[in-house]
T-cell receptor, first 112, second 113 residues
Framework: GENVEQHPSTLSVQEGDSAVIKCTYS??????FPWYKQELGKRPQLIID?????GEKKDQRIAVTLNKTAKHFSLHITETQPEDSAVYFC???????????FGQGTELSVKP | DAGVTQSPTHLIKTRGQQVTLRCSPK?????VSWYQQALGQGPQFIFQ???????QRGNFPDRFSGHQFPNYSSELNVNALLLGDSALYLC????????????FGSGTRLTVV
């Protein structure tokens, strides 16, 4: 069935360091890969997304890479700041209705 | 610009009872999807409504049902509540099914005791 595996489950970095979160998906028909940030008690918020016709996308300190052959995609955050601390979710979707399949989440802690 | 609004924010129910959760989509959106987020887990897709019909459904039992109204708002109903139904229920709206421009609401925290 459709599945998205996300690693690591927790990640602790020093302020200014980089953080990398990796996801693997099973459905080869997946063509849309968003990343959400969820702070405690708040709604998931889209931070960046990538479509299958693109290999990499960057937005300031955040970048996402996609390897369709290997069916994995990654989130890269550079120059981390304490306000980056949150739970990050990857997700995958295909053209059939837009259903998102989420990973299990990564709790990122950025220490000042 | 009103985002997605959900009500109530918190709810406590007894096992076996029924519950109704409500969602108003973002202005301009016509499609509503519901997700269940258990503690420490990623959201899981329950179903999606468009044109007042259920268009897609995840792996949830028939105890979970929904409805969409002509103004695009939606309800999620859960019958015969189980302890395992305790979770954060998220509503997400978008313009047309398959359009990935989701906006999530803040959710309803349901506790079943």
């Amino acid at each position: 069935g459709e599945n998205v595996e996300q690693h690591p489950s927790t990640l602790s970095v020093q302020e200014g360091d980089s953080a990398v979160i990796k996801c693997t998906y099973s459905d080869s028909a997946s063509n849309y890969f968003p990343w959400y940030k969820q702070e405690l008690g708040k709604r998931p918020q889209l931070i960046i997304d990538i479509r299958s016709n693109v290999g990499e996308k960057k937005d300031q300190r955040i970048a996402v890479t996609l390897n369709k052959t290997a069916k994995h995609f990654s989130l890269h955050i550079t120059e981390t700041q304490p306000e980056d601390s949150a739970v990050y979710f990857c997700a995958a979707s295909n053209n059939q209705g837009g259903k998102l399949i989420f990973g299990q989440g990564t709790e990122l802690s950025v220490k000042p | 610009d009103a985002g997605v609004t959900q009500s109530p924010t918190h709810l406590i129910k007894t096992r076996g009872q029924q519950v109704t959760l409500r969602c108003s989509p973002k202005s301009g959106h016509d499609t509503v999807s519901w997700y269940q987020q258990a503690l420490g887990q990623g959201p899981q897709f329950i179903f999606q409504y468009y044109e007042e019909e259920e268009r897609q459904r995840g792996n949830f039992p028939d105890r979970f049902s929904g409805h969409q109204f002509p103004n695009y708002s939606s309800e999620l109903n859960v019958n015969a509540l189980l302890l395992g139904d305790s979770a954060l229920y998220l509503c997400a709206s978008s313009l047309l099914p398959g359009n990935h421009g989701y906006t999530f609401g803040s959710g309803t925290r349901l506790t079943v005791v």
